[in-house]
């Protein structure tokens, strides 16, 4: 993950909750006083965020000390203590709550990449996500992803290029479409193209393009489909795929399954801090 990045989110994020400062935390505790932060798993699954706790409370606060007890893609259990976080308590309490938010999000992302894998597991297909993301948190829930055992697709419009039926329907072809893309792009761009029928399928590998994307189309079409495209041409399945019909995409022989709810829907892991003061010397 890249820190810069991630410390220049964090910073926006705690200006958003923060704003000129926490009128609870602030007022209650004087400043001096210390304390000690668990942070605990609620539920099981793939825990993922321990740049956010690092990153995010020295940031706060860089006198505050995080020691994380389970790494990124370890499984997390029902009351397992996550971290141990210790430092003075204003700034512990101020930074708990975006800090939580992100790794919540980010732990459920990963345990349901991970659940999605292990129904794959026999095959050599790759779950990987799409763009449908939160805005503002595109990195994290992709380093999600990847933590989860999944692959990620393109990270936005300016790294792959994608033909989707509006863009055809404007260029008039698949042959069209790719011909005027590789006369004004470089060659290390890479083209896919989403297509629904047959005569689609035919077009795109006679147009050459990198990538083919099934898109709603059932496991027979796939099934009949696949053999008509060359090795060389990387296949991919998309649209309305669940965790009950993922297994019968992958049994297909297609190269990657992308799925959306990875990103877009998940519910947040149940993740909680509590807090024990540091006695105080006479």
Known sequence: MNTIKLRSMLEQFFIEDVGDGDLSANTLFPADVMGEMQ?????????????IMKTGFQLMNPTI?????????????????????????????????????CIQRMSAIATKTADLTALLSGTNTRVCDTRKTAPGLRMLDKYAVRTGGGFNHRNGLYDAVML????????????????????????????????????QLQEAIEANVDIIMFDNRTPKEITDWLPLVPPHIVTEASGMITEETIASYGKTGIDYISVGALTHSVIAADISATIQLTPQED
């Open 39 to 51: 942070i605990i798993a609620k539920t099981p699954g793939i825990f993922c965020g321990s740049d």
């Open 164 to 199: 989707k039926d509006n863009h055809l329907a404007y260029a008039g072809s698949i042959t069209q479409a790719v011909q005027l893309l590789r006369s004004q792009l470089g060659h290390t761009v890479k083209i896919e193209v989403e297509i629904e029928s047959l005569a």
């Open 65 to 101: 000390e995080v020691t994380c007890l389970l790494q990124d893609g370890e499984r997390m259990e029902e009351k397992q203590i996550l971290a141990r976080v210790r430092g003075p308590v204003r700034s512990l309490l101020t930074a708990e709550r975006v800090v939580l938010n």
